[in-house]
């Protein structure tokens, strides 16, 4: 149980982080006085380089330091990268000192982020196993604990932390929780269950590259009998396809030299099995071309919709509605959204597939279409207002359809992406690969910033101004629905092609495994 929770309070310290870093569009407007387009870059920058990262750290904590030293390096990240960022906001320092130490503040957070995201929830479910019996009331204790506590930090979070008014406590703040958190966390760590790091699996497919690469002057050989293949390492053998063969070499057994001297060196010879689990990796490769545009889509709740919404009403009676709040909602959303897709995913296990098709991909894409399209109806009332009143009444309301919208279309690509790597893939690589579209939809999410440039220039500057009174960002949000529309197309290309390799090389592979 004190294990579990000492673990847990990382999860709570980084919920205070998340809506701290939440506002950050708000502060980069209102405290350093930037144009909300330049503001929105450098949210889009932090947030892309952050997620693009989160593949190679990965790698990092299988190959060689583990979750548990992970986490440590996690929370030593933020507590440091929270502390510069309070320092960077405090009245002590102005001009390029500001900006030069906000900068590496963002940078040292990025790496507590990528980190706690892949290490919390591994090293957290090791602790539960490590407890035995989880039926035990000590256990079924700290469950309740660590679940009101995840009920009631972002509540808390929500709430209070937007009505602290100098910007400079309020990273302090998240520093703070972060530091206590981490004394709370290394009180346990010689009671924690710890995995040693037994390398990465994506070492197969360097193998796999570095092999067929060094054969390239080989000549090919048509007789798949004469690839290599280690019969004793069990039932985990896959059949050849004729797909990709240009990583065949891989496999390939040179005449030249003896067998045994080729199986000694595992970045000369690979087994057919390996070479046909890289395969599967590619062909997954295509689809991921959807997560750039849909990263774009992403991007805009932490950047255009939080500033659309700093700009209406957000007073509730006589309440001034904290604007955290709209990211509850959409959080709601996408956790609603994913348990509806396991649903989906549980009911339908029982029926047979003639093809892997993720669905949920489109469906998303299509929720993508709709949300960029209310935002856009959204953001033209609002200027309609604000160009006959001097005060807008308007409520701030009027967004959570968009918020909830983008809160689905989250969870639901998200978890079908999961779902549907789990079934294309390895089962050692899968998580990998999730993490692959997690650094392509980071690199969606970057790509915001030449669109929003683009557009910029095509509409003679007209769209994009200093403030967003006086830009278009109505006419923005329906280029990025035609935008959504045209990759509800590139999905169906991609998948189609792939259904045809698919029922050429995976069809044909569960004939002969039968």
Not at 25 to 32: D, G, P
Not at 319 to 341: D, I, K, T, V, Y
Not at 411 to 428: C, D, K, M, Q, R
């Amino acid at each position: 149980m004190a294990s579990f929770l000492r673990v847990i309070v990382l999860s709570w310290a980084f919920t205070v982080a998340w809506f701290t870093l939440w506002m950050l569009m708000i502060y980069l407007t209102k405290e350093m006085k930037l144009k909300f387009t330049d503001a929105a870059a450098i949210v889009n920058v932090f947030a892309g380089v952050s997620a693009v990262a989160h593949l190679g750290m990965q790698f990092l904590v299988d190959a060689f330091i583990g979750h548990f030293w992970m986490l440590c390096l996690s929370t030593l990240a933020f507590s440091f990268g929270f502390g510069f960022l309070a320092i960077s906001a405090s009245p002590i320092l102005s001009g390029g000192a500001q900006k030069g130490l906000f900068y590496v503040a963002l940078t040292v957070i990025s790496v507590g982020i990528y980190g706690r995201s892949i290490s919390l929830g591994v090293f957290t479910e090791d602790q539960l196993e490590d407890s035995g019996n989880n039926g035990n009331p000590a256990m079924l204790t700290s469950f309740v604990i660590g679940n009101v506590g995840n009920f009631v930090f972002p509540l808390l979070a929500s709430t209070a932390l937007p009505q602290i008014s100098p910007w400079f406590v309020r990273f302090a703040v998240p520093a703070g929780c972060e530091v206590l958190a981490m004394l709370i966390f290394l009180s346990g760590a010689c009671s924690y269950k710890r995995e040693r790091p037994s390398g990465s699996p994506l070492t197969t497919v360097f193998r796999v590259f570095a092999a067929s690469a060094s054969k390239m002057s080989s000549g090919y050989q048509n007789n798949s009998n004469q690839l290599y293949e280690d019969t004793e390492c069990g039932l985990d053998m896959k059949s050849h396809t004729s797909s990709l063969r240009c990583l065949d070499r891989a496999a390939m057994i040179l005449q030249t030299e003896p067998l045994e001297q080729q199986r000694g060196n595992r970045w000369r010879l690979c087994r057919v099995t390996e070479v046909e689990q890289t395969k599967s990796v590619i062909r997954t490769v295509p689809l991921f071309t959807t997560s750039l545009i849909s990263g774009i889509v992403f991007s805009l709740g932490n950047t255009f919709f939080l500033e659309q919404a700093n700009h209406l009403d957000s007073k509730f009676g006589s309440w001034n509605l904290p604007l955290p709040l709209l990211l509850l909602f959409s959080e709601a959303a996408r956790l609603g959204s994913r348990e509806l897709c396991v649903m989906a995913a549980k009911r339908n296990a029982q029926a047979p597939k003639q093809t892997k098709t993720p669905y949920g991909i489109p469906v998303s894409i299509i929720l993508s279409v709709f949300c960029c399209a209310i935002a856009a109806h959204v953001e033209s009332m609002r200027l309609k207002v604000v160009r006959t009143q001097e005060t807008v009444y308007m409520s701030v309301f009027w967004l959570l359809p968009q918020y909830v919208l983008l809160g689905s279309i989250t969870g639901i690509y998200e978890n079908s992406f999961a779902l549907y790597l789990e079934e294309t893939v390895p089962e050692e690589l899968s998580q990998y690969m999730v993490l692959f579209n997690v650094g392509v939809c980071g690199v969606g999410i970057m790509s915001n910033i030449a669109l929003v440039s683009v557009v910029g220039r095509v509409s003679g500057g007209n769209w994009f101004q200093d403030t967003i009174d006086k830009s278009r960002l109505d006419n923005y949000y329906w280029v990025l629905s035609a935008l959504s529309m045209f990759n509800l197309l590139l999905y169906f290309s991609v998948t189609n092609r792939y259904t045809k390799c698919y029922k050429k090389d995976g069809g044909a592979q569960e004939m002969i495994d039968r």
